[in-house]
Nanobody
């Protein structure tokens, strides 16, 4: 059983910063891609940032220049540093990871339960 647990969300003023963390635990042989998605009320879930095991990162346009994704492969963790936060960044942020539970097993996409980020104007 694999579990992803996010932390670091909260309430921040416009222009403020937050760092989200996500820890993967359980039966894990390997993790490839990791990423952060978000879902605002009444909107579809969208990809915010993605990082490969080797460190290649890509961002949704509104996140470029403000957010930084990173990971620690030794700890099975992924982070999202968010600077210059805006009210439109308000959403539930979800961690996602593509995980191989054991050698010879099947890769699967796993999601965390989400953490709320609220940016006040």
């Amino acid at each position: 059983q694999v579990q992803l647990v996010e932390s670091g969300g909260g309430l921040v003023e416009t222009g403020g910063s937050l760092t989200l963390s996500c820890a993967a635990s359980g039966t894990i042989a390997s993790i490839t891609d990791m990423g952060w998605h978000r879902q605002a009320p009444g909107k579809q879930r969208e990809l915010v940032a993605f990082i490969s095991r080797g460190g290649f990162a890509a961002y949704e346009d509104s996140a470029k220049g403000r957010f930084t994704i990173s990971r620690d492969n030794t700890k099975n963790m992924v982070y999202l540093q968010m600077n210059g936060l805006k009210p439109e960044d308000t959403a539930v942020y979800y961690c996602k990871a593509r995980i191989l539970p054991w050698e010879g097993g099947e890769w699967s996409d796993c999601w965390g339960q989400g953490t709320q980020v609220t940016v006040s104007s």
